[in-house]
C-alpha cells in the first residue's frame, strides 16, 4: 500500500471523528459537588439558570452533597423540589470531592457531562463554548486557566510545580493550568465508570481516558461565597495520591539509587582498603561513621515510606470498600448505573 493509500485511510479517519453525529437536542448533565457550599448555592443558580434555560439542549443539574454540615442539604432538597432539572445525590458523610465527582458521574445521564465546582471559580458561561466544540466533534472540552491572580502565590507555585513533577513521571500528561471543571462526551464517561479503582485521582483518571480534546481559555475569579476546602495537608496528600496512582516511578528509583550508592561505596571502600594496607590501622574517623550511619539510615527509611504509600493503596484498593456511600438520591426514579 502507497503512502497515498494510507493518507487517504487517515484523512477517512479524520473526517469520520469529525462528523460523529452528536443529539440535534442533547441532554447535558452538569455535575457539581458540594460541600458545605449553602452560601455559594444561591449565587450559583443565579448565574447556572440564564446559562443553561433558553439553550439549545435539553439539561440536568446533579448536586452531590458531599455529607455537609451547614444546610447544604437542606438547600438542596429545597431546589430539587422547585425545579425538575435538579437530581441530588447525599452522601452519608463526607467523601471527599473526588468520590463526589464519581457520583454524580454514575448518577449522570446526559449526552455529555459537564463538571464544575458549585463556589463560581468556574464561569458557567463557558458551558455553552463547551456544548459548541463538542458538537463539533471533540470529546473532552476542558478550561484552561489563563490568569490564577486569585491564587496564592504559594499555590500557583507548588501547583505549577506538581504538575511539571507529575508530567515528568507519569505516561498519563495532565495539561497545564487545568482543573476538573470540563465537558466529557457519554463515551469518555463511560469510560471513566467502567474504572474500577478506589483512589480516585479525577484529574489523572480523565487525562488517561485520552480521546479528543480542546481547551477554553478563561481567568479564574476568586471564591463566590465560603471559603476554599482544600487545606495544606489536604493538597499535601493529595499531591501524593495523584503520583501514587499514576507512577511506579518512586518505587523503581530505589534501585538506581541502590546502585549508585554501591558503586560509591565499592570505590571507597577500595580506598580505605589501600589506604589501611599503605598506612597501617587508622582509628579515628567517629564523625565521618556516624555520617554515613545517619545518611544511609534516612536513605532507608525514606525508601521504606514510599514502599508504605503503595502497600497502603494496595490494602485500600484489595478491600475493595465503595467509593462512596449515598444516603438520598432525590429527583430521579432509578440511578442510571
Ligand atoms: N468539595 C467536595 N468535597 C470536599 C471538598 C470540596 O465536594 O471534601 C467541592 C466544593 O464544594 C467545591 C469543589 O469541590 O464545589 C472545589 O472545592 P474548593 O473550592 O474548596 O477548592 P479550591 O477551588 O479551593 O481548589
Ligand atoms: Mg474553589
Redesign the pocket.
Known amino acids: 500500500m502507497g503512502d497515498g493509500a494510507i493518507d487517504r485511510i487517515e484523512e477517512a479517519q479524520s473526517v469520520a471523528r469529525k462528523a460523529r453525529p452528536r443529539p440535534a437536542r442533547p441532554l447535558i448533565s452538569v455535575v457539581a459537588p458540594c460541600f458545605n457550599e449553602a452560601d455559594a448555592l444561591g449565587p450559583f443558580m443565579a448565574a447556572m439558570t440564564p446559562v443553561l434555560g433558553g439553550a439549545d439542549f435539553e439539561y440536568e443539574l446533579v448536586f452531590v452533597d458531599d455529607g455537609s454540615t451547614d444546610g447544604t442539604r437542606d438547600k438542596l432538597e429545597h431546589l430539587a423540589a422547585q425545579n425538575s432539572h435538579v437530581k441530588v445525590v447525599i452522601f452519608s458523610r463526607n467523601f471527599g470531592k473526588e468520590a463526589a465527582l464519581t457520583a454524580g458521574l454514575d448518577h449522570a445521564k446526559g449526552d455529555a457531562v459537564v463538571v464544575i465546582?458549585t463556589?463560581l471559580?468556574d464561569p458557567p458561561e463557558l458551558i455553552r463554548d463547551f456544548v459548541a466544540k463538542w458538537r463539533e466533534g471533540v470529546d473532552v472540552v476542558y478550561g484552561k486557566r489563563e490568569d490564577r491572580a486569585t491564587d496564592t502565590a504559594a499555590k500557583r507555585m507548588t501547583a505549577e510545580g506538581f504538575y511539571q513533577f507529575f508530567n515528568r513521571i507519569s505516561a498519563v500528561k495532565i495539561p497545564e493550568n487545568t482543573g476538573d471543571f470540563r465537558l466529557m462526551d457519554r463515551r469518555v464517561v463511560d469510560a471513566i465508570k467502567a474504572l474500577p479503582e478506589r483512589s480516585r485521582f479525577m484529574k489523572g483518571l480523565f487525562a488517561w481516558a485520552g480521546f479528543s480534546s480542546a481547551a477554553v481559555p478563561y481567568a479564574r475569579p476568586a471564591?463566590a461565597a465560603g471559603s476554599?476546602k482544600f487545606n495544606l495537608w489536604k493538597l499535601w496528600n493529595f499531591a501524593i495520591d495523584g503520583i501514587v496512582s499514576f507512577s511506579t516511578a518512586p518505587l523503581r528509583v530505589w534501585s538506581y539509587i541502590g546502585a549508585v550508592v554501591a558503586f560509591f561505596s565499592f570505590l571507597y571502600a577500595s580506598f580505605i582498603i589501600m589506604l589501611t594496607v599503605i598506612t597501617g590501622v587508622d582509628v579515628p574517623g567517629y564523625a565521618s561513621l556516624i555520617v554515613l550511619i545517619l545518611f544511609f539510615g534516612s536513605v532507608q527509611m525514606i525508601s521504606v515510606g514510599v514502599l508504605g504509600e503503595y502497600i497502603s493503596r494496595l490494602f485500600i484498593e484489595v478491600k475493595r470498600r465503595p467509593i462512596y456511600i449515598v444516603d438520598d438520591v432525590i429527583g430521579e426514579d432509578a440511578p442510571s448505573q
Open positions: 465546582d463556589d471559580q471564591r476554599t
